[in-house]
């Protein structure tokens, strides 16, 4: 039995395997910044630094999320102060 040429180049490709998925990034560090005498490292992922450092010691100070963005605290238990999103684009902050 022949099988017609397209066919034998789909099997080929299902036999090659799923494309290659693309490497998992890690935030950027956006180093450190100090908000009410407290020191905290601030991190960026698919937004840039200059950008995420004002957007994250507004919201230490004050409490203010930026527009678009859904933010979240967390407790003492963990060194994570707040995490803001806005889709892929995310930014947060790690008590020092």
Same mark, same amino acid.
């Given at each position: ?12 490709? *299902? $036999? !090659? ?13 956006? /180093?450190? %910044?100090?908000? @009410?005498?407290?020191?905290y490292n ?16 507004? *919201? $230490? !100070? ?13 407790? /003492?238990? %963990?060194?994570? @102060? ?15």
């Open positions: 039995m022949r099988l017609p040429f397209a066919s034998l180049l789909l099997v080929a490709a *299902f $036999l !090659a395997g799923p494309p290659a998925a693309p490497a998992i990034v890690p935030p950027r560090d956006c /180093g450190m %910044t100090t908000v @009410k005498g407290k020191r601030i991190k960026a992922d698919q937004i840039r630094c200059r950008t995420a450092k004002p957007h994250a010691r507004r *919201f $230490l !100070a004050s409490g203010r999320r930026p527009s678009g963005y859904r933010c979240r605290t967390y407790s /003492g238990s %963990t060194a994570l @102060k707040f995490r803001c999103s806005r889709g892929v684009k995310v930014f947060f902050a790690i008590r020092r």
